[in-house]
């Protein structure tokens, strides 16, 4: 089934140990809308100024991607400044231009109504509310966010993840949207604010899903969480979007899939550790662009090598 | 076939968010041994003083450890003095007492010489190598280091990672040993060193296990790295000793099995996370001394659950 995604469309511009980018092709919907492509439709619903060519639209519709909902504004695309070094885990901002997206305000085109999957990229929580309310059809909900809405927006926030089937964050945040250090205690207390699920990614060290009574239907528990891998990686050009784009492989699989069985969620893991993994070898979603589902299927039993006691491959 | 462990028999004072211990029994020889004893024999080499009681001795014998090489010096054992706060992934060390650990000079009982399984806790490298050197019937030779010794030793550790089968290390001594910042280029660096197969604590994450042409013999190959999970956990009331036990586990399995291949490497890896996870459980050695192997094999089997794609036990 289809998936509607809301987020950023925009420009990065980026230095890393491996080199330097400038305005490439970016933002949390164009990761997330590329890496699910390769399991199922993708329905964009983002900003762009009039920097944004009919190549950079392209890109996405080369994918298959719809980009009907792509609004183009008078001004310039959101452009975001980064630059990594050492280990490269966290991005140093070296600024950030909101332009057009300053004043996004989501249109669902109606054609894009009747999407079952949704998927609330990192944005302001009034927003992801406001297109959540206007989908009357949808089925499932997974929705990521950040340190600044949970600081400072903290009841938007809150309302939006009762919402959520899937709330997928990293460590800090689930630490920090629960005022607590342990990680298992983090969960259930941010597991009791709303979302059935919730996905915390390790960046390399991998992803943890922690489940709710509520994470399934027809009776169906997982009793535990469930840890899946990241791939040991001996270069890392260009860390941008990995967390898009893992989000982007986890939902694009489990949207392709008839039902959300335990089973179907810890492949879904898997996949979007794979495609996290292909983001990163090179810069902003140039690998998203061109991987094929055969490296797909390959790496994905790649990660089952590296992390399953009775693999028979080596 | 039994293992000999040389290392640290300590007291230790410790202080964590759920309580405070004073004078328990620990040491990296110690959380070693008794991890390990529920997999195979052993033996233990280390030096304590006239503090060291019938009853501290008697917690290893009652687990069936061979205390023949455990020394009573005049003065007072090793004490350590530390506190844990916050996330509890790093030890604040408050005071270590050497007392007759400072002069410690190893000596192998006769009865011990035939040992073929070499343990080398964190222990100076000039005493490492010194015990490696009188051990010639030795078939494989695990040892653990740490900073203090990577930065102010490096020669004397240079020559004992020659001649080590396994090198055990967390994430930072391996980055800091390589110089480098990218976990796979600084693992392939330090396999360069000597060790023939690493293994890399990630604390809370898990561990992963690289491998040379030199890790199996009989022309096995493991062609990627593995990951072992570590199981989340709501209560950590003492992380003290976690890494010994993951080490005791790990070479205590590997020790119980006839032949090292790529699928025994990677079990062991699951039972070093078994054995960890049990010791954070209590203060000290408290667990260790009380887990039951009925216990250690459902854990064994929930580390499959949390990690495995096909787990049917959902």
Known sequence: MAILVVGSVAFDSIETPH?????CLGGAATHFSLAA????????????GKDFSAENEAVMTRRGIDTRGLERADGLSFHWTGAYSGNMDEAKTLGTDLNVFANFEPKIPEAYKDTEYLFLANIDPVLQARVRSQMPKVKMVCGDTMNYWIADHRANLEKVMRELNVLLINDGEVRMLAGEKNLVVAAEKVLAMGPKTLVVKHGEYGATAFFSERSFGGGLKARHPFRAPALPLAEVVDPTGAGDSFAGGF???LASQPELTPAVFRKA???????????VERFGTERLQNVTREEIDARFKLFQEISHLDYTGA
Chains 1, 2 share one sequence.
Do not use: E, L, N, P
Request: proline share 0%.
């Open 19 to 23: 080199g330097k980018v400038d305005h």
């Open 37 to 48: 492509s390769y399991f199922t439709d993708v329905r964009v619903i983002a900003v762009v």
């Open 269 to 279: 893991m898997f996949y979007g550790g794979v495609m996290g993994s292909f983001a």
């Open 251 to 253: 939902y694009g699989y």
